[in-house]
């Protein structure tokens, strides 16, 4: 069976507490959210629970994410004994950046594509996992995995997302993908 996988993680720890962006490793996995496409299911991995997502990880034909390549994967490599560079994926934000040379953030491609925007922000959740509200962690992430996974199958069905320009007054803009 093809078993595609959309994939989201939170962290234990800011980046000012690993001395920047280039220690991503350090940050520690607080909670990985999926979607598993084999069960039409969505699930919520703490970190203990990671050996059960590599089982998954190791099964998926593709996975799904929004910045997955350069932050989730490096954070979530630590834990595995699979080499995520050797896992096909598509990375939403990577296709972005390909069709128009700089980032965006899923808040602006769900708000415009979608018409709804994400439930809060990483702050948000790294308190949320200090203060122990792991049930409320796990829904913001399953949250983010529900939006990546609305603008993937919205990009299958129409070929097209949509972001707001930062500087723009003009509107929405769109940029054409083909994930087929």
């Known amino acids: 069976m093809d078993r595609k996988i959309v994939l989201d993680l939170e962290t234990q720890k800011e980046f000012s507490e ?5 220690n991503l ?3 520690k996995v607080s909670v990985v959210g999926i979607y598993d496409y084999s069960d039409n299911k969505y699930k919520t ?5 990671i050996p059960r997502l590599e089982e998954i990880l190791r099964a998926a034909f593709l996975v799904i994410g929004f910045n997955h ?3 989730d994967f490096p954070v979530l490599q630590p834990y595995l ?5 050797e896992v096909p994926y598509l990375d939403i934000m990577e296709e972005f950046v390909k069709a128009r040379a700089h980032r965006i953030g899923l808040d602006n491609l769900a708000q415009t594509t979608l018409g709804e ?5 990483g702050l948000e959740a790294l308190r949320l996992y200090r203060i122990g509200d792991m049930q409320r962690l796990k829904d913001y992430c399953l949250d983010d995995v529900r939006l990546t996974k609305e603008l993937y199958e919205y990009g299958l ?3 097209r997302l949509y972001f707001r320009p930062l500087y723009s007054f003009l509107g929405k803009s769109s940029i054409s993908v083909n994930w087929k």
């Open 18 to 22: 690993v001395g920047g962006h280039q």
């Open 25 to 27: 490793h350090l940050l």
């Open 45 to 49: 991995f703490e970190e203990k629970e």
């Open 69 to 71: 390549k350069h932050f």
């Open 81 to 85: 004994s699979l080499d995520l560079g």
């Open 117 to 121: 925007g994400k439930s809060g922000n």
């Open 157 to 159: 069905k129409y070929r």
